[in-house]
């Protein structure tokens, strides 16, 4: 027996979002943060050095490392596409081919939650009420302005920009994990037998999420798969239905077969990792470990994740219906694992998707009222942070006001800003759509469910192109490791090989690709001329190489970041210096 549905919709509240409008929403957030810009640390460059790696004829595909190191995400299938894309695209800046497979994935990202959600929407479950007299939304109209919703709530999401921009694992994991949703919200209507649509994107969602350093999350998001199948098989509206109880039961077998077949090769590939880390297992405050990653899904989930409590309180009573079911198991899965890994923020992402599918349904049963106040908090919200851009940036080119210019000039020593018309015109264009997106939203048009929506998707877009604009030459100052390595590699003979000491995996990338220097690890036995140690990792430089060898020869400083020192030594066979390494200053 079908419980009430609390959504109540009319035909004319369901009308589509223009697909041009929506097209140029998703390029507007999905080419800003790729275009323009240089790796940027940490595991940006850390992964684009490890892809860089691999093209070489010695590389390992089994088992990525740069330098050596092991790559902290035991991934395989982000690292093989970044060195596909090289390979592949020799013509293009390797740190710009390695961003093209990155951009397909967040546009799968976007594609697959819209179909998911879409899918989720044609439930019977998910059905408005229908009205006496007719006129209640068409189910095929209904799901596709559902879809709308869920995909503006996506972009709106403020976790969403600075991850699904990055070059990184965690990225391929979003979209892998986007995909898997997709097919298994759209199960019900496509044969399991068929390889193509679901099927086969369960297939690549599931591997790929195990191949992209998630193969537990894989593994339960499969087995939760399959229960919610059995479930719509046993207790959903298709009960006394031999056809669609059979395709259920091919579902559940496709589910749980891939399922088990991907564990496996998990197992095959020695992919299991212990991860659990539980909040102040570091002797640390418990208390504060919590209150940190309250703030951090506070705040990175917004604002889909007061609609996603709103829509599970409305829709009590369908808690196991498919479209409500589905999307709670992906998004409890997440934020389970970001309350219990190290790289909470990273494992939150993927709870994007399926909280912005929860958000959508939240839609159907909101009151005008709240409607309203998201609007005026959006608008209030998204245009004080686009002035503060515009502000800082008109204080960079002409240093009035001066407060922000100065501000810039002490964050950022050393940087010289630039005038692009590029940037320019485009951040005006976004404004400008902005202004017109305030006054259309604000003005008498009829009713659609995806309205409330609509500002916050364009704000977060809005403020992302700015940055990814205006500020675009400060951030690729401060976040690069760019001046770092161009001064390092001027104090060095860049024909000859260079010895690295405690240098991390983001460090060897950027001495790699912005100071092309050849670097080997340090060895008791000298083999290079130079030697560049951390400065965190000086006081056991001892122990790797014999210091009477060495003569220290500078300190390079990171501009922007105090604590992100390298020294550089000398070897005292091929130049005496002033100075041995036993007598340099402590850091």
Request: proline residues 6%.
């Amino acid at each position: 027996m079908n419980k009430p549905s609390p959504a109540i919709i009319a035909q004319s509240a369901v009308r589509r979002l223009p697909r041009l409008v929506l097209l140029l929403f998703c390029a507007a957030y999905i080419l800003p943060g790729f275009l323009g810009r240089g790796p940027w640390k940490n595991e940006d460059i850390a992964a684009f050095g490890v892809m860089r790696e691999l093209t070489s004829a010695a590389a390992n595909w089994l088992q990525p490392q740069l330098l050596g190191q092991v790559t902290g995400f035991d991934a395989l299938a982000p690292y093989w596409l970044g060195a596909i894309a090289i390979k592949l695209l020799p013509f293009l800046d390797p740190a710009f081919a390695v961003r093209i497979p990155f951009i397909v994935l967040l546009a799968l990202t976007l594609l697959a939650t819209w179909y998911a959600i879409y899918y989720l929407a044609r439930s019977p479950q998910a059905q408005p009420v229908a009205f006496a007299f007719g006129g209640e939304a068409a189910p095929v109209d209904y799901a596709r302005a559902m879809a709308d919703a869920g995909l503006l709530a996506l972009i709106a999401s403020l976790g969403l920009a600075q991850f699904s921009h990055e070059t990184t694992p965690a990225l391929a994991q979003l979209g892998f994990t986007a995909l898997t949703f997709y097919a298994m919200a759209a199960s019900p209507y496509r044969h399991a037998t068929n390889i193509q649509g679901p099927a086969l994107g369960l297939l690549i969602g599931l591997v790929g999420l195990a191949l992209s350093g998630a193969p537990t999350l894989s593994l339960l998001l499969g087995a939760g798969g399959t229960l919610v199948e059995w479930i719509h098989m046993r207790w959903g509206n298709n009960e006394t239905d031999t056809i669609s109880r059979k395709q259920s039961w091919h579902w559940v077998l496709l589910i749980a077969g891939i399922t088990l077949g991907v564990s496996v090769l998990a197992y095959g590939l020695d992919l299991w990792r212990w991860r659990i880390h539980l909040p102040g297992a570091d002797d640390q405050s418990a208390w504060n470990d919590w209150q940190s990653l309250g703030r951090l899904l506070l705040w990175f989930t917004w604002p889909t994740w007061p609609l996603a409590l709103w829509t599970l309180w409305r829709w009590r009573r369908q808690l196991a219906s498919r479209h409500v079911a589905l999307p709670l198991w992906f998004a409890g899965m997440a934020v389970t694992a970001a309350l219990t890994t190290t790289a909470s923020d990273r494992s939150l992402l993927l709870s994007l998707p399926p909280l912005a599918a929860l958000a959508a349904f939240a839609l159907p049963t909101l009151q005008r009222s709240v409607a309203s106040l998201i609007d005026w908090f959006t608008l209030l919200f998204f245009t004080g942070c686009a002035i503060i851009i515009w502000v800082v940036w008109i204080a960079m080119q002409t240093g009035v006001p001066q407060q922000p210019a100065a501000n810039v000039a002490k964050l950022a020593p050393g940087f010289e800003p630039s005038f692009s018309w590029f940037a320019f015109l485009a951040a005006v264009a976004a404004t400008l759509a902005w202004t017109w997106l305030v006054k259309w939203r604000t003005g008498a048009q009829r009713a659609a469910i995806w309205k409330s929506l609509v500002l916050p998707a364009g704000g977060a877009t809005l403020c992302w192109l700015l940055l990814m604009t205006l500020w675009l030459p400060l951030l690729d100052y401060a976040r690069s490791l760019a001046p770092l390595s161009r001064q390092v590699a001027s104090l060095v003979d860049k024909n000859a090989c260079v010895e690295i000491f405690g240098v991390g995996s983001a460090q060897v990338a950027a001495l790699q690709y912005h100071g092309r220097l050849e670097l080997r690890q340090a060895k008791a036995q000298t083999s290079c001329p130079y030697l560049i140690v951390d400065v965190n990792a000086q006081s056991a430089l001892s122990k790797a190489v014999n210091l009477p060898d060495w003569a220290f020869q500078a300190t390079v400083r990171k501009p922007t970041d105090k604590t992100e020192n390298m020294l550089v030594f000398k070897r005292v066979s091929i130049d005496s210096p002033a100075s041995p390494a036993s007598d340099q200053p402590r850091q």
